[in-house]
């Protein structure tokens, strides 16, 4: 079992930036992968990056490229994402996920565990 809670969303506008946090606590067989997806009203959830827990390294979406960083502090069990030039189209409910799978791009349907998500919004 894995808990997750995330927090840093906030409205902001555009251009500026947000920090958001996830610390996770349970099993870390469950955490080999973390990720961070998002989701805005009436679409689909989706992918925006993806860390290795164990080696640090990141993948992102095409969207999030060169704007946003995925981060983490091993010795506080929480990983960040660092965005930077929000756009309105950011705006989304922001969730934190963890995979037990080996490959960790950030497709949803990889990543079994949760957070309730935290709310970014950008405004023009």
């Known amino acids: 079992q894995v808990h997750l809670v995330e927090s840093g969303g906030g409205s902001v506008h555009t251009g500026g930036s947000l920090r958001l946090s996830c610390a996770a606590s349970?099993?870390?067989?469950?955490?080999?992968?973390m990720g961070w997806f998002r989701q805005a009203p009436g679409k689909e959830r989706e992918g925006v990056a993806g860390i290795v827990t164990g080696d640090g390294r990141t993948y992102y979406t095409g969207s999030v490229k060169g704007r946003f960083t995925i981060s983490q502090d091993n010795a506080k069990n929480t990983v960040y994402l660092q965005m930077n030039s929000l756009k309105p189209e950011d705006t989304a409910m922001y969730y934190c996920?963890?995979?037990?799978?080996?490959?960790?791009?950030?497709?949803?349907?990889?990543?079994?565990?949760w957070g309730q998500g935290t709310q970014v919004t950008v405004s023009s």
């Open positions: 349970g099993s870390s067989a469950s955490r080999n992968c």
């Open positions: 996920a963890t995979s037990s799978g080996g490959y960790c791009y950030p497709a949803k349907e990889a990543y079994f565990y």
